[in-house]
């Protein structure tokens, strides 16, 4: 039983390291150009300090996830690995929730504001968002099982 649940629980890990690069790889190619007669509009992910603080709080859960899979399970620092999943499970919502606000806004523009959707223009870079933002949803939802499934353990524990 413990070896099968050490094996799911590296499993999620190593999935959970995977979504996380990738949402960061996906996010921080998207670049696009287009040009309308003599105006051109440049579409980064580093024009937005939303999409900027996803690309880092993605890239510092994807260290954390990475150190944390040679981690032997018996060692004193794996009694802090549930702090740290929950530290980082609030770290990869903020940053999801930021920049889906921030996408939501390109999407559908804020006529309050005065700003203009602008994926009608540069489709690609905001299908490039979308994918990064699935990317980083499915992180979070893994983290978010991993802290349960530490929870669950440290119950178990303590019974």
Request: proline share 2%; hydrophobic share 55%; charged share 10%.
């Amino acid at each position: 039983m413990a070896k099968t649940t050490r094996v799911c629980h590296l499993l999620l890990r190593v999935l959970a390291f995977g979504a996380t690069l990738s949402s960061i790889i996906v996010m921080a190619t998207s670049h696009e150009t287009v040009s309308f007669f003599t105006v051109s509009l440049e579409a980064k992910y580093t024009h937005s300090s939303a999409f900027k603080y996803f690309v880092i709080a993605n890239s510092v859960v994807a260290v954390y996830g990475f150190l944390v899979l040679f981690l032997p399970s018996g060692s004193s620092l794996s009694q802090f690995v549930i702090f740290f999943d929950m530290v980082f499970t609030l770290l990869l919502t903020s940053s999801v929730s930021a920049a889906l606000a921030m996408a939501y806004v390109g999407k559908k523009g804020n006529s309050y504001a005065g700003w203009l959707p602008l994926c009608g223009q540069v489709p690609k870079f905001c299908h490039q968002v979308t994918g990064a933002l699935a990317s980083g949803f499915i992180a979070l939802v893994i983290y978010i099982i991993l802290l349960f499934h530490s929870i669950y353990s440290i119950y178990l524990f303590f019974k």
